[in-house]
T-cell receptor, first 115, second 115 residues
């Protein structure tokens, strides 16, 4: 089966610019996650969707980050405006359901560099 | 507070030598436990997981991990390391109940393999 797809793979922008990342989860997976992985750290969950509803966005910096999953399939994560500290790899993952223990399958990530 | 500690930032081993990567966690109850591997430019791949039962779990690529409740540890082992095992390894914990599936990751251990 096809894995989690993400694009672009790399993005370089200047601070205060906007950027958007796209994720297409594994077919049939109802739950979609966005993680931020800063260099030297483990991934940190930003937001979790169940179908097109938000389950957890407690660690999403809502003043500049937004995410949507309008039709319960693809998702977009946006940063506006970007800051230097947003430089990181943004990982998308998906799982069949939202219950604890559901295996999360990860995409290759988008590496963002903010200059 | 929920957390995962991987005490070793970098480990270097010779090819053919044995390997043990340490992981300790702090959680309200016994969580689900995972080990993921991340090769350069790749997403995270699940190596193995512990849900319940036998405390010694087998994973892919010849890896195994042992859950020790008394020590809140879930160390990853491999009897003979191959050069292709060079990567970054992440330990993660997740909830066993509740309507969400938030993984908490450690900071990772980068493994280098000498020929």
């Amino acid at each position: 089966e096809a894995g989690v797809a993400q694009s672009p793979r790399y993005k370089i922008i200047e601070k205060r610019q906007s950027v958007a990342f796209w994720c297409n989860p594994i077919s049939g997976h109802a739950t979609l996650y966005w993680y931020q992985q800063i260099l030297g750290q483990g991934p940190k969950l930003l937001i979790q969707f169940q179908n097109n509803g938000v389950v957890d966005d407690s660690q999403l910096p809502k003043d500049r980050f937004s995410a949507e999953r309008l039709k319960g399939v693809d998702s977009t994560l946006k940063i506006q405006p970007a800051k230097l500290e947003d430089s990181a790899v943004y990982l998308c993952a998906s799982s069949l359901g939202v219950a604890g223990g559901q295996f999360q399958f990860f995409g290759p990530g988008t590496r963002l560099t903010v200059l | 507070a929920q957390s995962v500690t991987q005490p070793d930032i970098h480990i270097t081993v010779s090819e053919g030598a044995s390997l043990e990567l340490r992981c300790n966690y702090s959680y309200g109850a016994t969580p689900y436990l995972f080990w993921y591997v991340q090769s350069p430019g790749q997403g995270l791949q699940l190596l193995l997981k512990y849900f319940s039962g036998d405390t010694l779990v087998q994973g892919i690529k010849g890896f195994e991990a042992e859950f020790k409740r008394s020590q809140s540890s879930f160390n990853l082992r491999k009897p003979s390391v191959h050069w292709s095992d060079a990567a970054e390894y992440f330990c993660a914990v997740g909830p066993t109940s509740g309507g969400y599936n938030k993984l908490i990751f450690g900071a990772g251990t980068r493994l280098a393999v000498h020929p």
